[in-house]
Structures are given as structure tokens and as C-alpha cells.
């Protein structure tokens, strides 16, 4: 079998990460394009639990296959790449993303509630007003960076609005998001890894500490929001612990905010540099947004990996896994499979199918927030390009050196 030397290419090296985009997609092709998934060695690195490596799944195929069994793909310990060390979870909690059935199972059915076709009924008013202001502000300021001003603002607004967030405080939340992100999650020098790793534990500590402290307030007085929702018991007896809400707000934070924000500052690029998918989009909005939307978040992956451990022996494509072992589920590179996305590397927003795995696989990890970030991608986009229709992106984006999250930094734009 090829392995990871005779490729020449290293996914587990931060060197790969700093090369252009289209430089690792022609790297991520030629990868799938064999008839294997490739072990990558990773070097341990301090305050980090990398092991011996993993088997990248590539494929389309291969990443749904592991999505769907999560019973030998397991979610524990940790989903990122490479894993933070064991403490962390002690500390912080055990975040649902990291949890398999039943734990997992449990708390998926308590906060989904958040994302229920009711609650996110009740927010499209607030998403309308949070996009008209931030028009408004745009407008009267001028254009600067689109991140900033515009993609960066919406999710956590409305992320603190579903929570209760006090308008007070906001601006520490919207602070500590950008420290706790800035994290590569790659390997790096020690110094680098040291501070960055610290900085990040702080924000998401501070983060949770904010939240609960709300939610002990909530669970004394309750008000008509998400904290007092998932604080006091339903109709099941079901209620989050005050470190379950802190790794859940510290999770719709991170995860809920970078999707929408991500999608939003990239997809104005893809838009300018595709004009005829812009005049298309202008010209039936409420016709081909959704498409439009599907189609960035395929061809962004705003999330870019997930680990899983594997629980049991496995064979997939002549690979045989053993317990204990580790795949990364790259969904970026299965999102430009060409065996499942003719002419992947085109942006098209009338695309059918699109079974892009964006918000993760099929399974029960699928993205909880996917309705959310679709709602305030299509609020904000029709509101920028009603009021704002000579809207684009100027320059290339600054965008954050990291292997998991697809993040943009800054990016220029005008009107």
C-alpha cells in the first residue's frame, strides 16, 4: 500500500496547512484518487495527546461510511485534531460533540429545543432587525472589513439573543470567541503551542463561567430565554448541569457562530469572483438561495476535519483498523470528490443533488445547527443585496492558519 512518505504529502504538518488552498486540494485529489486511506505519523507534541497518527478518509464514501457507524467510529474522547490532553474534559466538561450514545443521545434531545422549527420561528424577527442594524451601521460607516462589520456581527448576536445574554457583556463574548478560534489546532514549536493553547483554555473558561453564572441566576428566576429553557427541567425531568450549559454555550459559540460566519465572508468572495452565479442569484433570490447556500458550504467546508477513534477491528477499502485506532474524516476533501461532484472544483448554486457533507455526515452527529446558520446566511444575504446590490469582496482574504477551522480573518469589500 502508498503510504504518507511516498506521497510526499503531510496532513499531520503545519507546513501543509500553510500552503494555498488550491495547492492542498491538488494534494487531497491525488489522495483519493488511490484505492486506500493513507496513515499519516504525528509527532507528540507537549500539552497535546497526539498519538501515532491516523488514516485520512478522503473520500465522499469513505466519510459518510464513518459518519453513519458510530458505534465503531466513536466521538470520544475528542473530535479535533490532535486531541487535547485528558484533563481538559475535567475542567471543562464534556462537550456533546465528543460523546457518543447514550450521553450523547441525551443531551442532543435537550438542547434541541434551541433548533426546533418553533424557536427558530421566534428568532426570524430578531435576525431581521440584527441584519437591518448591521446594514445601517455598514451604510453610515462605510465598508472596511466585511468580517468585522458584517459576518462576525450576526450569529453571535443572535447567539446571545436565543441564550439571554445581557447586552453588557456582549462584547467580552464576541472577545473571547475570536481568542478561544485563533487556535490552530496544529502541530507547532513549543513556545507557540503553550501560548496559544493557554489563551484558548482561558476564553472557553471565561465563556463558561459567564454562562453559568446566568444560569444559576435563571434557575432562581427564569425568563423567556434559551439559559432558563435548558436550566429548569421540562416536560421529561430533563435539565442541563451547570457544566453541561457552560460546554453547550461555549459549543453553539464556537461551532454555531464560525459555520454561518465563515460561509458568509467566503461566500461574498465566490459571489464576486463568479459573476454569473451572482446575476443569477440576483436575479431570482428567493429562488436559488438555498442553493447558493448549500453550494458555499460545500466548497468552503467551513469545518474542515473531524477525528474518531475506532472502537472495534474494521475494514474499509483493504485497510484494516484496529481498536484504539485513529481516522480524520477530512470533510473539505470529500466535499470536492469529482465521483460524486461533477466538476467539483466549480462553484455552481443551482447544483442537484448537492450531498455535501458540510455540516458533518449523515448519523447522529449531523450539525444541530444547520437550520440556524442557513436561516441567518439567507437573512443577512438578502438584506446586503437589497439595500446594498453593488455589494463584493475586494482584495483576497486573510484567512486563519489552522487545520480544522476554514476561517477568514479579514476580507476587503466595497459597495
Known amino acids: 500500500m502508498t503510504t504518507a512518505v511516498e506521497t510526499g504529502i503531510d496532513l499531520a504538518d503545519l507546513a501543509f496547512w500553510r500552503r494555498p488552498p488550491h495547492e492542498r486540494e491538488r494534494d487531497f485529489a491525488r489522495l483519493r484518487a488511490l484505492d486506500h486511506p493513507v496513515f499519516f505519523a504525528e509527532r507528540r507534541v507537549p500539552l497535546l495527546r497526539s498519538g501515532a497518527g491516523f488514516h ?72 431581521h432587525r440584527a441584519a437591518e442594524s448591521i446594514v445601517d451601521d455598514v451604510v453610515a460607516r462605510g465598508p472596511r472589513d ?21 447586552d453588557g457583556i456582549r462584547a467580552r463574548v464576541h472577545a473571547h470567541v475570536d481568542t478561544s478560534t485563533a487556535y490552530t489546532g496544529v502541530r507547532m514549536s513549543l513556545p507557540r503551542t503553550v501560548a496559544m493553547a493557554g489563551r484558548n483554555m482561558a476564553a472557553l473558561f471565561a465563556l463558561q463561567r459567564l454562562v453559568i453564572r446566568l444560569g444559576r441566576e ?31 454555550f461555549t459549543l453553539l459559540l464556537v461551532a454555531g457562530n464560525e459555520t454561518a460566519r465563515n460561509t458568509m465572508a467566503h461566500g461574498l468572495k465566490l459571489l464576486t469572483d463568479n459573476p454569473g452565479e451572482r446575476e443569477r442569484l440576483a436575479g431570482d433570490f428567493e429562488g436559488h438561495i438555498g442553493g447558493a447556500i448549500e453550494e458555499t458550504v460545500r466548497y468552503v467546508s467551513p ?18 483498523f ?22 467539483a472544483g466549480r462553484f455552481d448554486i443551482t447544483r442537484k443533488p448537492n450531498p455535501h457533507v458540510g455540516f458533518g455526515g449523515p448519523g447522529p452527529h449531523f450539525c444541530l445547527g444547520a437550520n440556524l446558520a442557513r436561516q441567518e446566511i439567507k437573512i443577512m444575504y438578502r438584506e446586503l443585496f437589497t439595500r446594498l446590490p453593488g455589494i463584493r469582496s475586494v482584495g483576497e482574504p486573510e484567512l486563519l492558519l489552522s487545520n480544522f477551522d476554514n476561517s477568514v480573518r479579514t476580507q476587503g469589500f466595497t459597495f
Open 56 to 127: 485520512a478518509l478522503v473520500r465522499h464514501a469513505d466519510v459518510v461510511e464513518a459518519s453513519r457507524n458510530a458505534k465503531v467510529f466513536s466521538s470520544e474522547p475528542a473530535v479535533t485534531n490532535p486531541e487535547p490532553p485528558g484533563w481538559v474534559k475535567h475542567v471543562f466538561g464534556d462537550s456533546m460533540v465528543n460523546l457518543d450514545d447514550p450521553r450523547h443521545a441525551r443531551l442532543r434531545r435537550i438542547v434541541s429545543r434551541a433548533f426546533s422549527p418553533k424557536m427558530l420561528a421566534r428568532l426570524d424577527a430578531g435576525i
Open 322 to 343: 484496529a481498536p484504539g485506532g485513529k481516522v480524520v474524516l477530512f470533510y473539505g476533501s470529500a466535499n470536492r470528490d469529482e465521483e460524486v461532484f461533477p466538476d
Open 146 to 166: 466585511f468580517v468585522a462589520q458584517v459576518a462576525a456581527r450576526l450569529p453571535i448576536t443572535v447567539i446571545c439573543d436565543m441564550m439571554g445574554i445581557p
Open 303 to 320: 469545518i474542515m476535519q473531524f477525528r474518531r477513534t475506532v472502537t472495534e477491528p474494521y475494514e474499509m477499502r483493504g485497510v484494516r
Open 218 to 248: 435563571r434557575a432562581r428566576e427564569p425568563a423567556d430565554d434559551l439559559v432558563s429553557a435548558l436550566v429548569n427541567a421540562n416536560v421529561d425531568g430533563e435539565r442541563l448541569t451547570p457544566r453541561e450549559l457552560g460546554s453547550f
